[in-house]
């Protein structure tokens, strides 16, 4: 592969390329758009179809509008870890150790691929513990229970 020595090619010429590239980008964008539209209405029999719904993700420097927006993995009427860790931490009859909260939302059915679960349970217990949430109450070294 040749390599390009980039102090040869004038800034202006490289502020062009990317500035196409950027067309580019945008008009492929748009097809695709219409693509999926018109292939919503294939499926559909030819019936006029809604707009497909946006990607997912965001580009790189942006900011979402709202954290609802930010948030991602969890379907519509999910519980999340927080509900989990409640329920469980009000079926134990002592305070739990993290390790032991992490196992047992599990088996209450929280659905994870993390490979450190229990630093995220710690995490939203730490958090839940905190003003204006006070949802868990950390009960001597180890221990968390519900407030």
């Known amino acids: 592969m040749n390599a390009i020595n980039l102090d040869t090619i004038p800034l202006a010429s490289l502020e062009e390329a990317v500035a196409a590239r950027r ?3 945008q008009e492929l ?4 758009g219409d693509i ?3 292939l919503a209405r294939l499926q559909n029999g030819g019936a006029a179809a809604a707009p497909a719904p946006p990607a997912r993700g ?3 420097g942006t900011v ?7 948030t991602t993995g969890r379907a519509e009427g999910r519980k999340t870890l927080a509900q989990f860790i409640d329920v469980v ?3 134990s009859p002592k305070p739990m150790t993290a390790a032991q909260i992490a196992v047992a939302v599990k088996k209450a059915g929280y659905k994870t691929k993390a490979t450190k679960f229990e630093q995220n349970v710690y995490q939203a217990l730490y958090h839940g513990a905190k003003p204006p949430k ?3 109450t950390r009960i001597g070294k180890d221990g968390w229970a519900n407030a």
């Open 58 to 60: 965001r580009r790189a």
């Open 36 to 38: 999926d539209i018109a």
């Open 134 to 136: 006070n949802q868990f």
């Open 64 to 70: 979402p509008a709202t954290r609802q927006q930010a």
């Open 23 to 25: 067309q580019q980008i």
């Open 89 to 91: 931490l009000d079926a």
């Open 29 to 32: 964008t748009q097809s695709r």
